[in-house]
């Protein structure tokens, strides 16, 4: 019956076939930010969501009941300002914001907010997602990571692909 | 059943693993190892359990399998007419072709004889626009120079959710009278050969099954499609949708006018093509019944229908399922059933349909009927009839070890009435009253995996012909081996005969022909008889063919078939010279003794011909995925058939289809049969199709459908002559843009370069059609 129902699925969502699969993307960045260290002080953690209801909506649904560490978090859709991005420890960009990146990279060069973005090719985030059709990757950029007084365990740098 | 425990023991496992963090485990979930079910039924807190280095690795996996899953989807659909029971294409016991309603509607073919143009083995030939021929493989037009009526096809079975769409008439489908449309459609599969082992007599040169949507998404959808051309215009709705968790119900209607792309018509007797006004009165002189008012408006008109459908579906458990379709329909198409003066008649139908399906357990139930009104030839007295038809089908899968075994019986009844229509004292219709029709089979199929490579299937069925009380069986025999995983190996033999037909059974009609001039005192009459003790068209067939899945992405699937087809009926005269006594006018004082008046009788019979078909073909289907959004299919049959033992009857035909002479003198007394290469089917036929979805919202499909040139021969002005059809290549291109996710519309060509040669003998130029549709989803 629920082969049925999976093919049922497959033939009415072949004009769907192309939409991300955010369940995965989303369980990605939970991870990833687990393997990151935030300096200073913080009493709660945003995440700022650009230009993705699923994707936002994914994570909400993991971080009702997680933390990271001890502090709560909070998801949020927010738009692609400099207010907005600055006031979260952890932005994702959507396909259509991601090409907006470049512009975005000077305000938060040396600023504690770790920048996901998912476009194939692209540098200035410390995250990139490579998310097609086969497989499900992300790319680091340490350096940037870096300068932006962020720090990464080790492990993670085992599981991307190191820029 | 499976699924459900490992699910349980995976969250248990899961619920264990968290609650024992803190210790070393012996119990880990083996993700590595889980199936793409498995994985599908994690919930989001159970992957975010998951340390990141096994989620990246299952991920992986699932994304590989998927893919994996796609593909197979694509190559390899499930279908579930084969065995009776659901099955991948590659693993089918027969050759079987799956054509998926999304595939179709994406194709942009309007109408589902036109749909089978996409599928290997099918032979589609367009008579006027929008109606269509449709044969399994060939044998089509046998015995050939007869009536055009032999040309229709009795052979194959079709059928709507398990309902035969049969008519028992002259016995043939009438495609324009099927109450459903292409966007109804969720997939037809298709099974070549005899097959009258599991579906009853009629599956001769195989079965066309045509399965319905089952609506999927919850509560309430509408979704309806409308297209249209300078020559056609059709609208329909593919469902007003309704779902809660135990049933389903859909209501869906549909309308289509179809233009000819010819007002004019060819009459064979005259040897030239004339106006429609003047069809009337030709027909009238050939058959002095015909009523020539009858045929006087609606010339351009090629087909006009109405359909309206509702599907209900209920599911209260796992083991059962009930499923119920009501159907009302009526269609006016301008088709070929049997020449009169024109090769060209009206055909009018309405019917209304009911159709219930139960699965428990391993039970199938199936009961459906259909009632309508057909004129199967709108002027000529006798077609007209009223009729109702039940069909009734029970079958037990029962399954133990590597065996199955499947005990069925079936029943079918057919009543045809033409007393509202015909004054039946003067024997003026073709029945002259009511005729029935009975059939009882029952029948065990066994099927056997050995070593898990080698199925053997065997299939036998006894049956009864209640009216005229005949008894016949069929059978079915195949072995299939998994010579790898990816390669399957087949052979098959098969026997399925037809079931008697109404007309060839019943048939009871009488003509007073105009009194002979030379004499005053002679008279003339012609009668059309049945013969109940037809035996019934008999396939025999043999068929070795080979599948292989290459490289993830390609299918292929190679069959060579031979099939003896016997027990052709043909209509033989005869003539009889009585002397009758003459009626004289009422008041009439008759002179000493009776006046008696010498009457010609001629009657035309039914009767079983030695006439044999054989058939020898190789039909190849190569599948290709070449990625999630770009996948093509081409498909070819070569064929050659032999017609044996045709009986030639005039010393015209005879010199043309053997080069030899003899006068008509030495034929009377010495009657000849010979045997010729039947050139009517095409030697090559076959198709290809690409679909490419580049973007989200743009999808591309162009298909081609080719035959190569057919020869046949006809009687035209009184006299032999050789009518043939020219080779063609029908291209098509449907192009799709999803504007919004409830808006589309679409470009469709049909015959983009407007190839106009005729697809049938002696019908319309069938030229290029250009669409513009529009679908909107609520």
Request: net charge negative.
């Amino acid at each position: 019956m629920g082969k049925i129902m999976l093919v049922l699925c497959l033939l009415t969502g072949s004009v769907t076939v192309f939409s991300q699969n955010y369940k995965f993307q989303a369980l990605y960045v939970f991870n990833i930010a687990q393997n990151i260290q935030w300096p200073g002080a913080i009493n709660h953690f945003t995440i700022g969501v650009v230009g993705s209801h699923d994707m936002a909506n994914e994570l909400t649904q993991i971080f009702k009941t997680r933390k990271l560490g001890s502090l709560p978090v909070v998801v949020k859709p927010i738009e692609m300002t400099i207010a907005d991005i600055t006031n979260c420890q952890l932005v994702y960009l959507g396909r259509g914001a991601s090409s907006k990146l470049e512009a975005l990279v000077p305000y938060v060069r040396t600023k504690p907010v770790l920048v996901v973005s998912d476009k194939t090719g692209l540098s200035g985030a410390g995250i990139n997602m490579l998310d097609n059709a086969s497989k499900l990757e992300f790319e680091i950029f340490p350096s940037i990571i870096k300068e932006q007084g962020l720090k990464v365990a080790g492990s993670l740098l085992n599981l991307g692909i190191v820029k | 059943m499976q699924s459900s425990i490992i699910k349980l023991l995976t969250v248990m496992i899961i619920v264990t693993q968290s609650v024992t963090m803190a210790h070393a485990q012996t119990s880990v979930p083996d993700y590595g190892n889980m199936t793409l079910e498995q994985m599908r039924q994690l919930t989001q807190d159970d992957l975010a359990s998951i340390p990141f280095e096994e989620l990246i690795a299952l991920v992986k996996k699932f994304k590989v399998s998927s893919i994996d899953e796609l593909y197979q989807m694509i190559l390899n659909p499930t279908q579930t007419t084969a065995s009776k029971k659901e099955e991948a294409v590659f693993n089918s016991p027969l050759t079987t072709t799956v054509l998926l309603g999304d595939d179709i509607m994406k194709s942009g073919a309007r109408s589902i004889p036109e749909a089978l143009r996409l599928a290997p083995g099918l032979i589609v030939r367009e008579q006027t626009n929008g109606n269509y021929d449709v044969h399994i493989r060939g044998n089509d037009f046998v015995p050939p120079g007869s009536n055009i009526s032999s040309a229709v096809n009795n052979t194959t079975l079709v059928m709507i959710d398990n309902r035969p769409v049969f008519n028992n008439f002259v016995g043939s489908t009438y495609w324009e009278s099927l109450p459903i449309e292409v966007t109804d459609i969720e997939r037809i599969e298709i099974v070549y050969g005899p097959a009258s082992a599991l579906y009853g007599p009629n599956a001769v040169s195989g079965v066309i099954h045509i399965i319905t949507r089952t609506p999927d998404q919850e509560n309430l959808h509408a979704e309806t499609k409308a297209e249209s051309s300078i020559n056609d215009w059709a609208i329909a709705m593919r469902g007003i949708t309704y779902v809660t968790p135990k049933s389903k119900f859909r209501l869906s209607g549909n309308y289509k006018l179809s233009k000819r792309f010819q007002d004019n018509y060819y009459i064979p007797s005259e040897g030239k093509t004339v106006t429609g006004k003047q069809v009337g009165a030709i027909n009238a002189a050939a058959d002095t019944t015909y009523v020539s008012e009858d045929f006087d408006s609606d010339y351009d008109v090629a087909l006009e229908k109405y359909g309206v459908n509702l599907f209900y579906d209920y599911t209260p458990s796992e083991a059962l399922h009930l499923s119920y379709d009501a159907s009302w329909q009526q269609s006016d198409a301008q088709v070929v059933s049997m020449q009169v003066g024109s090769v060209l008649n009206h055909r009018q139908s309405s019917t209304v349909s009911n159709n219930l399906n139960v699965n428990y357990k391993d039970v199938e139930f199936n009961l459906s009927a259909v009632t309508g009104h057909l004129n199967a030839l709108v002027g000529l007295p006798g077609y007209e009839y009223n009729y109702t038809e039940l069909n009734t089908r029970l079958g037990y899968n029962w399954q133990y070890r590597n065996l199955t075994l499947r005990p069925g019986i079936d029943a079918n009844y057919s009543m045809y009435t033409d007393e509202p229509y015909v004054n039946e004292e003067n024997y003026e219709g073709l029945i002259n009253g009511t005729a029935e029709l009975g059939t009882v089979q029952t029948s065990l199929r066994a099927d056997y995996m050995a070593f898990n490579r080698l199925r053997l299937t065997g299939a036998w069925t006894q049956g009864y012909f209640y009216k005229p009380e005949r008894h016949y069986n069929a059978w079915q025999l195949s072995a299939s081996f998994n010579l790898t995983d990816n390669m399957l190996w087949r052979a098959v033999a098969s026997k399925a005969n037809s079931s008697p037909f109404i007309i060839n059974t019943f048939a009871n009609r009488q003509l007073q022909l105009p009194a002979d001039v030379t004499n005053a005192d002679a008279t003339a009459s012609f009668a059309r008889l049945g013969n109940p003790d037809l035996e019934p068209l008999t396939m025999h067939m043999y068929e070795v063919g080979v599948r292989n899945h290459l490289w993830q992405r390609v299918q292929t699937d190679v069959s060579a078939f031979y099939n003896i087809t016997t027990n052709y009926p043909s209509m033989g005269q005869s003539t009889q010279i009585n002397q009758v006594p003459t009626t004289l006018p009422d008041g009439f004082t008759p002179p000493d003794g009776t006046i008696t008046q010498q009457q010609t009788q001629t009657i035309e019979k039914a009767n079983n011909s030695d006439i044999e078909s054989h058939q020898l073909g190789v039909t190849a289907n190569v599948k290709i995925a070449l990625s999630q959004n770009l996948n093509a299919t081409v498909f070819a049959t070569w064929q050659q058939t032999t017609v044996k033992n045709y009986l030639v009857i005039d010393s015209a035909s005879y010199t043309q289809l053997t080069g030899k002479t003899l006068s008509m003198a030495d034929l009377m007394s010495n009657p000849q049969t010979i045997d010729f290469t039947h050139q009517y089917t095409p030697e090559w036929y076959g198709g290809a199709t690409i679909n490419y979805q580049p973007f989200r919202k743009f999808n591309i499909a162009s298909s081609a459908y080719a035959y190569s040139k057919q020869t046949t021969f006809y009687t035209i002005k009184n006299q032999f002559a050789w009518v043939n059809v020219n080779p063609k290549i029908i291209w098509n291109m449907n192009i799709t843009y999803y504007i919004t996710k409830w808006l589309q519309v679409n470009a469709n060509a049909r015959n983009v370069l407007n190839n106009e040669s005729k697809e049938f003998i002696m019908t319309d130029k069938t030229g290029g059609s250009y669409l513009l549709g529009m679908t909107i989803k609520l």
